[in-house]
């Protein structure tokens, strides 16, 4: 069993930047995959970035260049640094783990709000 807790969201203008934080207990941390997703209201949860045990990166294509995922093992954490930020990033971010091996095993965390608005 893996929890999750998301910090760093809030209020920022258009143009700013946020950097949220997702830390893991209670598992291996480097034997997970993990990943930042977003839901909108009124829209369906969508992937933003991932960040795999061995370090490789994916963006959907609507944050590459603006937002950059890593990880830190030795602290069990992830982290999406969100530059550039626009009124239509604005959704509850999502942090998801899932093991590298056993793909069946997933986990979520609660959810941090972003809002952009000026």
């Known amino acids: 069993q893996v929890q999750l807790v998301e910090s760093g969201g809030g209020l920022v203008q258009p143009g700013g930047s946020l950097r949220l934080s997702c830390a893991a207990s209670g598992s291996i941390f480097s034997n997970y995959d993990m990943g930042w997703y977003r839901q909108a209201p009124g829209k369906q949860r969508e992937l933003v970035a991932t960040i795999t045990t061995g370090g ?56 941090t ?4 608005s000026s």
């Open 56 to 111: 490789g990166v994916n963006y959907v294509y609507f944050v590459k260049g603006r937002f950059t995922i890593s990880r830190d093992n030795a602290r069990n954490t992830v982290y999406l640094q969100m530059n550039s930020l626009k009124p239509e990033d604005a959704a509850v971010y999502y942090c998801n783990a899932q093991h590298a091996v056993r793909r069946c095993l997933k986990y979520w965390g609660q959810g």
């Open 113 to 116: 709000q972003v809002t952009v």
